[in-house]
């Protein structure tokens, strides 16, 4: 009896060294652990974030928001992604990228929290960038003398798949497009996204025969070719815009659903000589009655006043007012996505009005001017100085033993 006794206390006795040799095991892991956080969240919190950088001008619509893993600090559970203070994603701990949709014109904020085993969350610093929907639509002729950093956009297209190689375009996101219906287009565009192209735009007024000149039927099988393409897919632009279009645009989008097939956006071309306040807000209502007929993005990729010549003050006035009158309504209807006005020349008897820049000598007109200054997010112009933030969120580093 007193043996058994002896080899339980025994037992015990050896049981509890072990408990106590594990618990001082596991607090010397843990202790490492807190350790390898503390040492090295620094640095991921600083560098955490590579894209959007701070200050920098963003096309509206999808944005990547790319980062560093944390790995480094721990076994990473999740990521957290907010933006201006709302939470607004999450991904598994493998993940280190994000598209953030956004339209609205001024400076977003983001960070990421990465949440590490057990409970531990460290915050990234905060990264200020702006965002806007204006561009330019210029092809190389109408390019070669602009300074395409003045112009306060964020993004352009061309009518190519070929973007411009001028100095001050290449920070610019580029939207190339297709004309054709050619057997090779979808192995072109399935280089696109791997060009690192985001957005692709269908065919250019196939209404027209001086344009692309696609029917309905052509069209619907040559957008075949853009589908499944990780890329995100414009409808073709009609020269009549979708409201006006009973005899293309309105059957192509029909045809479309047949045969399961959509697009991810929609381009409107709009020109008429109607520039007063009725014709702001007509050309306002055609943009609205396109979005209520399909719900999806708008992008208002050529719009401008024809008719109007540039040979006076007064037309050229006209053409200034209807701009004044349209860019800040488009910038806040939020399924507006971008708009690109088209520059006319100033030499051109019939539509110089319209004009933003003389293409031979680069010389800006009065609407080129006013084009710059329109459409900017509030403080861009001090964005030299905006710079990443440190984050206010504190850091939760827990212990293993902590319950």
């Known amino acids: 009896m007193l043996k058994s006794r002896k080899k339980v206390i025994m037992g015990i006795l050896l049981l509890g060294l072990i408990i106590v040799s594990l618990v001082a095991g596991f607090k010397?892991?843990?202790?490492?652990?807190?350790?390898?956080?503390?040492?090295?969240?620094?640095?991921?919190?600083?560098?955490?974030?590579?894209?959007?950088?701070?200050?920098?001008?963003?096309?509206?619509?999808?944005?990547?928001?790319?980062?560093?893993?944390?790995?480094?600090?721990?076994?990473?559970?999740?990521?957290?992604?907010?933006?201006?203070?709302k939470k607004i994603a999450e991904t598994n701990g493998?993940?280190?990228?994000?598209?953030?949709?956004?339209?609205?014109?001024?400076?977003?904020?983001?960070?990421?929290?990465?949440?590490?085993?057990?409970?531990?969350?460290?915050?990234?610093d905060v990264i200020p960038f702006y965002v806007n929907k204006k561009g330019l639509c210029m092809n190389k002729d109408m390019a070669r003398n602009v300074d395409a950093g003045n112009w306060g956009v964020s993004w352009y297209y061309n009518w190519s798949i070929t973007k411009h190689n001028f100095t001050s375009f290449r920070d610019l996101q580029f939207v190339p497009m297709m004309w054709t219906t050619a057997p090779t287009d979808k192995q072109e565009i399935s280089v696109l996204p791997k060009l690192g192209y985001k957005y692709v735009l269908a065919f250019n007024e196939p209404d027209l025969e001086e344009q692309s000149n696609i029917s309905v039927e052509d069209?619907?099988?040559?957008?075949?070719?853009f589908m499944n393409q990780d890329i995100y897919v414009g409808s073709p632009a009609t020269a009549l815009c979708p409201p006006w279009s009973d005899d293309w645009f309105v059957?192509?989008?029909k045809q479309m659903k047949?045969?399961?097939?959509?697009?991810?956006?929609?381009?409107?071309?709009?020109?008429?000589?109607?520039?007063?306040?009725?014709?702001?807000?007509?050309?306002?209502?055609?943009?609205?009655?396109?979005?209520?007929?399909?719900?999806?993005?708008?992008?208002?990729?050529?719009?401008?006043?024809?008719?109007?010549?540039?040979?006076?003050?007064?037309?050229?006035?006209?053409?200034?007012?209807?701009?004044?009158?349209?860019?800040?309504?488009?910038?806040?209807?939020?399924?507006?996505?971008?708009?690109s006005w088209f520059s006319f020349n100033p030499t051109d008897y019939r539509n110089g009005g319209s004009a933003l820049l003389d293409i031979t000598t680069g010389e800006i007109t009065d609407l080129g001017k006013l084009y710059q200054s329109l459409g900017?997010?509030?403080?861009?112009?001090?964005?030299?100085?905006?710079?990443k933030e440190k984050n206010t969120q504190k850091d939760i580093v827990k212990s293993y033993m902590s319950f």
């Open 28 to 85: 010397i892991n843990d202790k490492n652990r807190i350790q390898k956080i503390n040492a090295n969240k620094s640095s991921w919190k600083e560098n955490a974030i590579t894209f959007p950088e701070a200050g920098t001008l963003q096309p509206a619509g999808y944005i990547t928001i790319n980062w560093n893993s944390a790995e480094k600090i721990g076994k990473v559970k999740k990521y957290v992604i907010y933006a201006d203070d």
């Open 258 to 339: 047949k045969e399961k097939m959509d697009v991810d956006f929609i381009p409107i071309h709009h020109y008429w000589n109607w520039w007063n306040e009725e014709g702001v807000q007509a050309f306002l209502d055609l943009v609205d009655k396109t979005w209520e007929m399909y719900h999806k993005p708008i992008w208002i990729t050529e719009f401008a006043i024809s008719g109007v010549p540039y040979r006076t003050k007064q037309m050229r006035q006209s053409v200034i007012d209807y701009m004044k009158g349209v860019i800040p309504e488009l910038d806040k209807r939020d399924y507006v996505e971008r708009y």
């Open 219 to 225: 069209a619907v099988e040559g957008m075949k070719a």
């Open 94 to 124: 493998k993940t280190t990228t994000y598209e953030y949709y956004t339209t609205e014109v001024k400076l977003h904020k983001i960070y990421i929290e990465a949440q590490i085993e057990k409970g531990s969350k460290i915050y990234s």
């Open 376 to 387: 900017m997010p509030e403080g861009y112009e001090n964005s030299s100085k905006v710079k």
């Open 251 to 253: 059957p192509f989008m």
